[in-house]
């Protein structure tokens, strides 16, 4: 500031003041020690010291490129050239409602000053002691992001193309687009306009489209192949890849998670994209759970812009999984493959914008992770490295040091939509929603979901009367409503508009809006976030149990609301609506609501009860045994119609269930104790325990299957037909459950990394009549890539049917003739368990080198061994070994390790010795695994090999570095020099063997043709 004064001031009240005062003067007289007038200023306020408050101004030069000052929301006061700016005329930068979803009115964050053209200072008056977040903004965002919501249209089939003020185009990107979706779109605003148009145009029109690359904050966007490619485990194949692949699935900002289970390598916030998949249809319930294990092959390009303050060495940690490789300015820092492995490097970077980019592969069913933390670059870098580093492009202030208070990532703008507008002069109305709430259920179907519904209908007079229906049989009135759906999925809207009370109908709109929480919508909204007794979002769940409501309800809502409105245990989150006993999110409910609550509890069971017929119509045993077994409960308080209904429901499970499977044991129990405890019929009871006694027990929905172990691993496209796969295999008889439970899933153990076959022959009768078959199927832990074939013909992988339910095409059957359904059960293409160095055996067979748990173990013969410990890299995070080398008199251990090290160890000398082991040299090569080593024949060089497709040659005995070559285009897996030394052979994942002058690093041969990675020479 030019200028500044500051008024400290005591506000603690006289009497306080007095007393203390007084309290210290009685401490003095006993010390026999003379009155210190300025001894209540020295105390503390909890001491009952001074309470300081500072009232003050601060004035700043404003510099020509100062568009705005910005600041967190107090009572300052800002004064423009000697002007108060006006509190109407501040920006308020806010969280919308509808944008970050979580609040029903807009949460204000800062405030903006416009800054006029001339201006020449700005003051600023505060009673704070500081100004929060307070800073000059120099020029717009380079990027914003638009929530557009199109009732009745398929945003999938629209390209918005974007415009500023001025009328020229900007470039635009689609990140979200799905069916009963709000479309979610990027657009260049660069240009300052505070207003920009967005055409949507039908894609069939193939509007040009700009060559724009958005520059901002972390972007995702994902890619989906048709079957996994070994060419992804080079850079250079995996855009390639990219390049060719037209099924661009979702384009999105990777959103920040908190970890259970905080640790020094799993830090509390991380970039990360589970690895769930992206439906072509929004018709279905998307359910986060279930589809975490399966999806297609995918790539996906995490990239964002950010601008470093100063020109330095900076240290960063990356984690990235399953595959893939990071790149910075389109240079290639790191290469990942296979388990969840870390980098550490130091680069130099250059003050300014830079790229980061985060390439990621993955195969069908396999979840993708990347974090990218750094070293506060406000702290020494050679400094003591905590484990709890802040994410990259931020450093943490605060007093705990959780609070960012810088950060570099190049910001996106959040832009409000304005309503939709047509070319016609007709009157038309619209409407836009947005999640606000969601309360997941662990049962499949039974998630609540909160919606906000907001009219427009342009030309409305102020008398204007919006009117709502649901497909629910719900109606509602008002400009903005909030909307409880009992069922998740696609739900019917209706809205009317009357140009007053009781008046005509000017306008109308319909639409489906896909109600669940899927990809589109990744925060986590949540009842518990409204937890006052008797909340709004509370009393219209209770709202649904009146009466007269509860007539009009579907079948389905029905039944979902009965499992909601009882705390029972196996509908686990029930327990959030309910009174909330043990639970911090809420508080005690009083006793007149308790009362309430039990009276709506029970109008709701009753009409279940009444509507006993069209459940059993409507729902599988397994569904009418919980229903029933829930109605006949004690502490539901049962009637005499509710036992009816559960009898009669009771008897149907009996009736469907085989005979003998806990399903029908289950239902035998509690029918038999209805007819003794509350019938008193202890006839029938007894009889029906008899049967049970003497009833052998079978397993619920199995049939046998025949099983087989695969010869290989295989590569498959859902097109691809069984043909000669299976033959040869030696089938043997087993029994597989068609159903599993998912919260107590069997577990299916691979060997060799191979997968299991799975077959089914079943006679189809003759007379049979249908367009398709369903097929109820589950897939147990374990297994991630499961292909199906009926007769032969594929039907595609697992993931495509959500419900587990294989739906075959009747096309596909045979009629009065045996059918063949067939499983193949795959793992991950790679073990996804910790990296480990390959054993080593010196060439006399005398002395071994291994890895075990991060620990290097040297050992020569029987009774000779040493622990040569954990490199400590950062905190508790250790520099793995990931390849062993002996000399060739086996005098000298060389270790390559994960960060980018290569240890010489002097091996009789850390025998013979008690003292720690020692390395004799520690030569850093770079920021990547060191995966291959090999020394000559005379032990006075030594190659390595690295992730970063680098030979390095080193001298072994002084630990320097002779020269490093380039010629691979993926990992360098393994090395071997030639007898005499004078060549010297490299595999890599490329498929290709080279061989090399180690001399001059000249490549002299190249050896290609192989079927897939090289790992031995």
């Not at 007079?461 to 998740?488: C, H, I, P």
């Not at 979002?537 to 809502?557: G, H, I, S, V, Y």
């Not at 060997?751 to 097929?775: E, I, M, T």
Request: overall charge positive; glycine content about 8%.
């Amino acid at each position: 500031p030019k200028t500044k004064s500051a008024i400290p001031r005591d506000v603690r009240k006289p009497a306080e003041k007095a007393a203390t005062i007084a309290k210290e003067k009685e401490r003095y007289k006993k010390a026999k020690t003379k009155w210190d007038p300025k001894a209540y200023d020295r105390l503390g306020e909890r001491e009952g010291g001074p309470i300081m408050t500072v009232t003050g101004s601060a004035t700043y030069a404003i510099k020509p490129e100062y568009k705005y000052f910005s600041w967190r929301p107090n009572h300052a006061k800002v004064y423009i050239d000697g002007k108060l700016v006006p509190e109407e005329s501040l920006l308020q930068v806010t969280w919308k409602a509808g944008e970050d979803r979580r609040h029903p009115k807009e949460c204000r964050l800062a405030r903006l000053a416009p800054i006029p053209p001339g201006a020449k200072t700005l003051k600023i008056e505060t009673p704070a002691r500081y100004l929060r977040q307070a800073g000059f903004i120099t020029r717009n965002p380079r990027v914003a992001r638009v929530t557009i919501c199109l009732p009745g249209r398929d945003p999938s089939r629209l390209v918005p193309v974007v415009h500023g003020a001025s009328g020229e185009r900007v470039g635009c990107r689609t990140v979200w687009a799905e069916v009963g979706k709000a479309m979610s779109i990027m657009f260049d605003s660069s240009s300052g306009d505070e207003e920009y148009w967005v055409y949507l145009v039908d894609q069939a029109k193939q509007p040009a489209r700009l060559d724009w690359a958005p520059q901002a904050d972390l972007i995702e966007e994902v890619r989906q192949l048709e079957r996994y490619a070994p060419e992804l485990e080079t850079l250079p194949g995996f855009e390639k890849l990219w390049d060719a692949s037209a099924t661009i699935v979702g384009r999105g900002v990777p959103q920040v998670r908190e970890t259970s289970h905080r640790g020094p390598t799993r830090p509390a916030r991380v970039i990360y994209r589970g690895g769930v998949q992206f439906r072509p249809k929004g018709s279905g319930r998307l359910n986060l759970r279930e589809l975490v294990d399966s999806q297609p092959a995918s790539l996906s390009r995490i990239s964002g812009t950010f601008q470093i303050p100063a020109t330095g060495s900076y240290r960063i940690f990356c984690m990235a999984g399953p595959g893939g490789y990071v790149l910075l300015d389109g240079q290639l820092i790191a290469t990942f493959r296979g388990g969840k492995a870390g980098r550490l490097f130091e680069i130099e970077i250059d003050k300014g914008q830079h790229r980061l980019e985060i390439l990621q592969y993955g195969p069908a069913g396999q979840v993708g992770w990347a974090g990218l933390w750094w070293k506060d670059p406000r702290k020494d870098f050679n400094g003591d490295y905590g484990p709890r580093w802040p994410k990259f492009g931020t450093t943490m202030g605060g007093p705990y040091g959780h609070i960012p208070s810088y950060i570099v990532w190049e910001p996106m703008a959040d832009a409000t939509a304005a309503p939709l507008e047509h070319r016609a002069p007709v009157s038309w109305a619209s409407f836009s929603w947005y999640q606000h709430a969601h309360l997941g259920a662990v049962s499949p179907g039974h998630d609540l979901n909160w919606v906000r519904f907001s009219a427009h209908a342009p030309g409305g007079s102020t008398n204007a009367v919006y009117s709502w229906r649901f497909d629910d049989g719900r109606t509602a009135e008002g400009k903005q409503v909030m909307k409880l759906f009992l069922r998740s999925g696609m739900r019917k809207v209706q809205l009317e508009v009357l140009d007053a009370p009781g008046g005509k109908v000017i306008a109308r709109a319909a639409g489906e809006v896909n109600v669940q929480l899927n990809l589109a919508d990744t925060y986590d909204f949540s009842i518990k976030h409204d937890n006052r007794n008797r909340s709004y979002l509370q009393e219209m769940m209770w709202a649904f149990m009146e009466e007269d409501r509860l007539e009009q309800l579907p079948l389905d809502d029905l039944v979902n609301l009965y499992e909601w409105s009882y705390p029972l245990k196996h509908w686990r989150a029930s327990w959030k609506v309910h009174d909330g006993e043990g639970v911090p999110d809420f508080g005690r409910v009083k006793l007149a609501v308790r009362e309430v609550h039990e009276l709506a509890r029970r109008r709701v069971g009753d009409r279940l009860a009444r509507r006993v017929d069209e459940v059993i119509a409507a729902y599988p045993y397994s569904q009418l045994l919980r229903i029933a077994q829930s109605l006949r409960r004690t502490e539901n308080g049962p009637t005499d119609a509710r036992y009816a209904a559960a009898e009669k429901l009771l008897a149907v499970v009996l009736d469907r269930a085989p005979a003998g499977s806990s399903h029908w044991r289950t239902a035998a129990l509690a029918l038999s104790d209805i007819k003794l405890s509350v019938r008193g019929d202890a006839e029938f009871a007894a009889a029906l325990l008899k049967k049970m006694a003497e009833t052998e027990p079978a397993v619920d929905m199995s049939e046998p299957w025949q099983f087989a172990e695969a010869r290989t691993y295989h590569h498959l496209a859902d097109t691809d037909k069984l043909a000669a796969l299976t033959a040869g295999l030696d089938w043997s008889p087993i029994k597989r459950p068609r159903h599993w439970d998912r919260d107590h899933m069997r577990t299916l153990y691979f060997k060799n990394n191979r997968g299991l076959w799975l077959a089914k022959d079943f006679d189809l009768p003759a007379d049979w009549k249908g367009n398709h078959l369903v097929f109820e199927a589950g897939v147990p832990r374990g297994a991630r890539l499961e292909t199906v074939w009926i007769n032969g013909e594929p039907l595609g992988r697992m993931w495509q049917w959500q419900d587990r339910n294989i739906v075959i095409p009747g096309k596909f059957l045979k009629n009065g003739g045996e059918n063949r359904i067939t499983w193949l059960l795959q793992p991950y293409p790679w073990s996804q368990q910790a990296l480990q160095a390959s054993p080593v055996v010196s060439a006399d067979l005398s002395r071994t080198a291994y890895s075990h748990d991060h620990r290097i173990q040297l050992r020569k013969g029987r009774h000779s061994h040493r622990d040569l410990g954990q490199p400590l890299v950062v905190g508790v995070l250790y520099d793995s070994p990931r390849s062993f080398a002996f000399s060739p008199d086996g005098k000298q251990l060389a270790s390559g390790h994960q960060y980018g090290s290569v240890r010489l160890w002097d091996v009789d000398e850390i025998l013979e010795k008690k003292a720690t082991p020692e390395e004799s040299h520690t030569i850093s090569i770079g920021a990547v695994s060191i995966l291959s080593l090999a020394f000559s024949s005379d032990g006075k060089r030594l190659a390595a090999g690295s992730e970063d497709y680098r030979i390095t040659i080193l001298d072994p005995i002084s630990g320097q570095t002779v020269r490093s070559f380039l010629g691979h285009a993926a990992d360098v897996v393994a090395l071997a020099f030639s007898p005499d030394g004078n060549r010297l052979a490299s595999a890599s994942y490329d498929r290709s063997v080279k061989i090399w002058d180690p001399s001059s690093g000249k490549e002299l041969l190249t050896l290609a043709g192989h079927a897939g990675p090289v790992h031995a020479v």
